[in-house]
């Protein structure tokens, strides 16, 4: 059984940072394509930013682009997301998400096949 928490969430200005994080229960983490995606109220899930398995590599949406970054460290089997320049637009729910096939990072939320609970971050003007 594949487990993601997420912790990190709160209430931050406009302006300020934040910075989330996900640890993955089992010994497969580094086979996992990682991501995180984010639901506002009303609005459909979206994708945020993803890692390919040995973080050579990141994409990001471009309303989070040059602000955010995600990271991880397979040794300890978690993956971070360094929200900065928050604004309004940004609170939601985040999700970490893990993808185990083998097709490459994608961006569509069926392609993971685990998720954490969320988090909430809520940003005020």
């Known amino acids: 059984q594949v487990r993601l928490v997420e912790s990190g969430g709160g209430l931050?200005?406009?302006g300020g940072s934040?910075?989330?994080?996900?640890?993955?229960?089992g010994r497969?983490?580094?086979s996992y394509v990682m991501a995180w995606f984010r639901q506002a109220p009303g609005k459909e899930?979206?994708?945020?930013?993803?890692?390919t398995r040995t973080g050579g590599a990141t994409y990001y949406s471009d309303s989070v682009k040059g602000r955010f970054t995600i990271s991880r460290d397979n040794a300890k089997n978690t993956v971070n997301l360094q929200m900065n320049s928050l604004n309004p637009e940004d609170t939601a729910v985040y999700y970490c998400a893990a993808d185990p096939g083998s097709y490459g990072v994608?961006?569509?939320d069926t392609a993971y096949n685990y998720w954490g609970q969320g988090t909430q971050v809520t940003v005020s003007s």
Do not use: D, G, K, M
């Not at 934040?18 to 229960?25: D, F, H």
């Open 12 to 14: 931050v200005q406009a």
């Open 18 to 25: 934040l910075r989330l994080s996900c640890i993955v229960s």
């Open 28 to 30: 497969t983490f580094s």
């Open 45 to 51: 899930r979206e994708f945020v930013a993803a890692i």
């Open 106 to 108: 994608r961006s569509v």
